[in-house]
């Protein structure tokens, strides 16, 4: 993503919100590429219990995360660590970690990446997942690589 010049405040009320669904989340984008000049991306991950990720790690962007209700586990350092509502954590790029609701409700964390693009990575796998067939897995780590994902 270029970083574009932003010269104004941008306010995106909820309606103006794009929700992907991948990977058994839903992901509410309110903030992408385009409001931020390829900066950033903001977004609100909600997950059924036992969702997340696999282990992986961003060659693009950094990630930080702040858990808004739920139980959940982040991988660090190889060890699963379960964190309270409210908990902020950083994983810059190139370091392996993993999340994952721990509980039996619904979990949300607010996400931030640097810069944008992972928005675009979201809808594309998103497509996959729409396919009657289901998403093809092979394709699905093709577009993660072409993000700059790795699965470890």
């Not at 699963?80 to 609701?101: D, I, M, Q, S, Y």
């Not at 409700?105 to 396919?131: D, S």
Request: hydrophobic share 40%; proline share 7%.
């Amino acid at each position: 993503m270029s970083n574009q010049s932003i010269s104004s405040t941008c306010i995106m009320l909820p309606s103006d919100h794009q929700v992907i669904r991948a990977f058994g989340c839903e992901l509410i984008i309110h903030l992408s590429a385009a409001e931020t000049g390829g900066k950033y991306t903001m977004f609100t991950s909600v997950q059924a219990p036992g969702a997340g990720p696999p282990p992986h790690y961003h060659r693009n962007e950094d990630e930080w995360f702040f858990l808004l209700g739920g139980r959940a586990e982040f991988l660090k350092d190889n060890a699963w660590v379960e964190v309270p509502t409210g908990a902020a954590l950083f994983t810059p790029k190139g370091v392996v970690h993993a999340f994952r609701n721990a509980g039996d409700q619904p979990q949300r964390i607010l996400i931030h990446t640097a810069p944008a693009g992972v928005e675009v990575f979201f809808a594309r796998c998103a497509e996959e997942f729409a396919k009657p067939a289901g998403p093809d897995m092979d394709g699905i780590v093709q577009i993660s690589r072409e993000h700059g994902i790795e699965y470890v």
